[in-house]
Protein backbone atom coordinates (compact mmCIF):
# COMPACT_ATOMS: atom_id res chain seq x y z
CA UNK A 1 0.00 0.00 0.00
CA UNK A 2 1.47 3.33 -1.14
CA UNK A 3 1.59 5.95 1.54
CA UNK A 4 0.53 9.86 0.66
CA UNK A 5 3.29 12.28 1.47
CA UNK A 6 2.20 15.69 1.98
CA UNK A 7 4.69 18.90 1.83
CA UNK A 8 4.39 22.37 2.55
CA UNK A 9 6.07 24.61 0.05
CA UNK A 10 9.08 25.98 2.10
CA UNK A 11 7.78 29.91 1.88
CA UNK A 12 4.58 28.38 3.48
CA UNK A 13 6.23 26.09 5.99
CA UNK A 14 8.12 29.15 7.49
CA UNK A 15 5.19 31.13 7.57
CA UNK A 16 3.57 28.99 9.69
CA UNK A 17 5.94 28.10 12.14
CA UNK A 18 6.50 32.05 12.37
CA UNK A 19 2.78 32.66 13.31
CA UNK A 20 2.95 29.00 16.00
CA UNK A 21 5.70 30.53 17.02
CA UNK A 22 4.35 34.06 17.74
CA UNK A 23 1.01 33.04 18.94
CA UNK A 24 3.54 31.08 21.78
CA UNK A 25 5.26 34.06 22.58
CA UNK A 26 2.05 36.43 22.77
CA UNK A 27 0.62 34.09 25.58
CA UNK A 28 3.64 33.91 27.56
CA UNK A 29 2.91 34.55 31.19
CA UNK A 30 4.87 34.48 33.94
CA UNK A 31 4.32 34.63 38.26
CA UNK A 32 6.16 37.72 39.71
CA UNK A 33 5.87 39.98 42.51
CA UNK A 34 2.31 38.98 43.96
CA UNK A 35 0.87 38.49 40.49
CA UNK A 36 0.56 36.55 37.39
CA UNK A 37 1.29 38.62 34.06
CA UNK A 38 0.72 38.31 30.51
CA UNK A 39 3.32 39.26 28.21
CA UNK A 40 4.81 39.35 24.66
CA UNK A 41 8.46 39.42 23.80
CA UNK A 42 9.93 41.50 20.91
CA UNK A 43 13.21 41.05 20.02
CA UNK A 44 15.12 41.42 23.29
CA UNK A 45 12.63 42.89 25.42
CA UNK A 46 9.22 42.25 27.10
CA UNK A 47 6.03 43.74 27.02
CA UNK A 48 3.51 43.77 29.47
CA UNK A 49 0.40 42.89 26.93
CA UNK A 50 -2.43 40.91 27.07
CA UNK A 51 -4.31 40.59 23.28
CA UNK A 52 -7.93 41.07 23.78
CA UNK A 53 -10.11 37.80 23.16
CA UNK A 54 -13.25 38.07 20.26
CA UNK A 55 -15.72 39.75 21.51
CA UNK A 56 -14.06 41.31 24.33
CA UNK A 57 -13.12 45.20 24.51
CA UNK A 58 -9.96 44.84 26.63
CA UNK A 59 -8.25 42.52 28.39
CA UNK A 60 -6.32 43.43 31.60
CA UNK A 61 -2.45 41.77 31.89
CA UNK A 62 -2.31 41.20 35.22
CA UNK A 63 -4.52 38.31 36.88
CA UNK A 64 -5.89 38.70 39.56
CA UNK A 65 -6.99 42.03 39.50
CA UNK A 66 -4.18 44.39 41.62
CA UNK A 67 -5.29 45.90 45.16
CA UNK A 68 -2.84 48.03 47.20
CA UNK A 69 0.69 48.54 45.96
CA UNK A 70 2.40 46.79 42.76
CA UNK A 71 5.30 46.22 41.58
CA UNK A 72 5.69 46.08 38.07
CA UNK A 73 8.99 43.33 37.12
CA UNK A 74 11.83 44.49 35.53
CA UNK A 75 11.87 41.46 33.67
CA UNK A 76 9.94 38.82 32.12
CA UNK A 77 10.71 35.87 30.36
CA UNK A 78 14.41 36.65 30.82
CA UNK A 79 13.98 39.72 29.32
CA UNK A 80 13.94 43.11 30.23
CA UNK A 81 10.76 45.19 30.53
CA UNK A 82 10.84 47.99 28.31
CA UNK A 83 6.84 48.85 27.87
CA UNK A 84 3.47 48.54 29.59
CA UNK A 85 1.23 48.10 26.66
CA UNK A 86 -2.16 49.36 26.56
CA UNK A 87 -5.50 48.57 28.78
CA UNK A 88 -3.10 47.08 30.90
CA UNK A 89 -4.35 47.92 33.85
CA UNK A 90 -7.86 48.86 32.61
CA UNK A 91 -10.22 49.97 35.69
CA UNK A 92 -8.32 48.46 38.12
CA UNK A 93 -9.82 50.61 40.57
CA UNK A 94 -8.01 48.74 43.66
CA UNK A 95 -4.77 49.76 42.47
CA UNK A 96 -3.46 52.30 45.25
CA UNK A 97 -0.05 52.92 44.12
CA UNK A 98 2.65 51.11 41.25
CA UNK A 99 6.30 51.00 41.22
CA UNK A 100 7.49 51.17 37.19
CA UNK A 101 11.40 49.78 36.73
CA UNK A 102 13.58 52.50 35.46
CA UNK A 103 13.69 50.23 31.89
CA UNK A 104 10.11 51.08 30.84
CA UNK A 105 10.14 53.30 28.17
CA UNK A 106 6.95 53.75 26.89
CA UNK A 107 3.10 53.19 28.40
CA UNK A 108 0.45 52.46 25.89
CA UNK A 109 -2.62 54.38 25.81
CA UNK A 110 -5.41 53.43 28.37
CA UNK A 111 -2.69 51.78 30.21
CA UNK A 112 -3.89 53.11 33.59
CA UNK A 113 -7.59 53.92 33.00
CA UNK A 114 -9.77 53.79 35.16
CA UNK A 115 -7.82 53.37 38.48
CA UNK A 116 -9.79 55.48 40.70
CA UNK A 117 -7.72 54.11 43.93
CA UNK A 118 -4.28 55.15 42.68
CA UNK A 119 -3.09 58.09 44.30
CA UNK A 120 0.41 58.69 43.26
CA UNK A 121 3.01 57.75 39.97
CA UNK A 122 5.89 58.36 38.93
CA UNK A 123 6.50 57.65 35.54
CA UNK A 124 10.17 56.29 34.55
CA UNK A 125 12.92 59.18 33.14
CA UNK A 126 12.98 56.92 29.69
CA UNK A 127 9.27 57.55 28.87
CA UNK A 128 9.20 59.98 26.02
CA UNK A 129 5.42 60.81 25.43
CA UNK A 130 1.96 60.26 27.59
CA UNK A 131 -0.32 58.45 25.36
CA UNK A 132 -3.91 58.71 24.95
CA UNK A 133 -5.70 58.52 27.82
CA UNK A 134 -3.21 56.99 29.75
CA UNK A 135 -3.86 57.76 32.99
CA UNK A 136 -7.70 58.95 32.17
CA UNK A 137 -10.42 58.73 35.02
CA UNK A 138 -7.83 57.80 37.79
CA UNK A 139 -10.07 60.25 40.02
CA UNK A 140 -7.58 59.81 43.28
CA UNK A 141 -4.43 60.66 41.85
CA UNK A 142 -3.42 63.53 43.77
CA UNK A 143 0.70 63.82 42.16
CA UNK A 144 1.98 63.16 39.69
CA UNK A 145 5.84 62.88 38.43
CA UNK A 146 6.38 63.27 34.82
CA UNK A 147 10.10 62.87 33.64
CA UNK A 148 12.37 65.23 31.56
CA UNK A 149 12.60 63.00 28.94
CA UNK A 150 8.88 63.55 27.79
CA UNK A 151 8.44 66.12 24.83
CA UNK A 152 4.40 65.24 24.62
CA UNK A 153 1.24 64.47 26.27
CA UNK A 154 -1.45 63.06 24.18
CA UNK A 155 -5.42 63.30 24.29
CA UNK A 156 -7.19 62.54 27.78
CA UNK A 157 -3.33 62.11 28.97
CA UNK A 158 -5.45 62.93 32.52
CA UNK A 159 -8.82 63.35 31.81
CA UNK A 160 -11.34 62.97 34.49
CA UNK A 161 -8.34 63.12 37.16
CA UNK A 162 -10.45 65.42 39.50
CA UNK A 163 -7.95 64.58 42.59
CA UNK A 164 -5.12 66.25 40.68
CA UNK A 165 -4.06 69.85 42.55
CA UNK A 166 -0.99 70.66 40.82
CA UNK A 167 1.04 70.11 37.71
CA UNK A 168 4.89 70.67 36.84
CA UNK A 169 5.57 70.21 32.97
CA UNK A 170 9.34 69.75 32.52
CA UNK A 171 11.17 71.51 29.91
CA UNK A 172 11.22 69.95 26.88
CA UNK A 173 7.47 68.75 26.17
CA UNK A 174 6.57 70.68 22.92
CA UNK A 175 3.18 69.99 22.62
CA UNK A 176 -0.41 69.36 24.99
CA UNK A 177 -3.23 68.08 23.34
CA UNK A 178 -6.69 68.52 23.85
CA UNK A 179 -8.77 67.13 27.07
CA UNK A 180 -5.34 66.46 28.40
CA UNK A 181 -6.64 67.96 31.85
CA UNK A 182 -9.96 67.34 31.05
CA UNK A 183 -12.81 67.58 34.05
CA UNK A 184 -9.76 68.09 36.40
CA UNK A 185 -11.75 70.16 38.50
CA UNK A 186 -9.01 70.08 41.63
CA UNK A 187 -6.22 71.61 39.26
CA UNK A 188 -5.43 74.67 40.74
CA UNK A 189 -1.46 75.28 39.88
CA UNK A 190 0.45 74.47 36.67
CA UNK A 191 3.86 75.06 35.68
CA UNK A 192 4.65 75.40 32.15
CA UNK A 193 7.96 75.90 30.21
CA UNK A 194 9.09 77.75 27.71
CA UNK A 195 9.30 74.27 25.52
CA UNK A 196 5.50 74.34 25.22
CA UNK A 197 4.39 75.71 21.61
CA UNK A 198 0.66 74.14 21.14
CA UNK A 199 -2.11 73.79 23.92
CA UNK A 200 -5.45 72.63 22.82
CA UNK A 201 -8.78 72.20 24.75
CA UNK A 202 -11.03 74.92 26.57
CA UNK A 203 -12.27 72.78 29.85
CA UNK A 204 -12.13 74.38 33.00
CA UNK A 205 -8.38 72.09 33.61
CA UNK A 206 -7.39 73.21 30.12
CA UNK A 207 -8.21 77.25 30.83
CA UNK A 208 -6.03 76.71 33.50
CA UNK A 209 -3.37 75.70 31.49
CA UNK A 210 -3.87 77.76 28.48
CA UNK A 211 -4.21 80.63 30.63
CA UNK A 212 -0.68 80.70 32.34
CA UNK A 213 1.10 79.63 28.83
CA UNK A 214 -0.37 82.92 27.43
CA UNK A 215 1.02 84.64 30.75
CA UNK A 216 4.21 83.29 29.72
CA UNK A 217 3.71 85.09 26.61
CA UNK A 218 2.52 88.56 28.28
CA UNK A 219 4.40 91.29 27.46
Given at each position: ???F?????????L???????????M??????????????????????Y??????????????????????????????P?????????N????L?????????????????????G??????P???????????????????????????????????????????TI?D??T?IA???F????????V??????T???????G??L???????????
Open positions: MSMHFRLPPILFFVVFVLGAGSVGATEYANGYTWTYRINGDTAEIKESSYGSAYAIAISPKPTGAVTIPATLGGKVTSIGRLAFDCSGTSVTIPDSVKSIGWCAFYGCSLTSVTIDGVTSIEYETFSDCSGLTSVTIPDGVTSIGEGAFEGCSGLTSVPGVSRHAYNCSGLASTIPESVSIGGQTPERVRKEFRARWAP
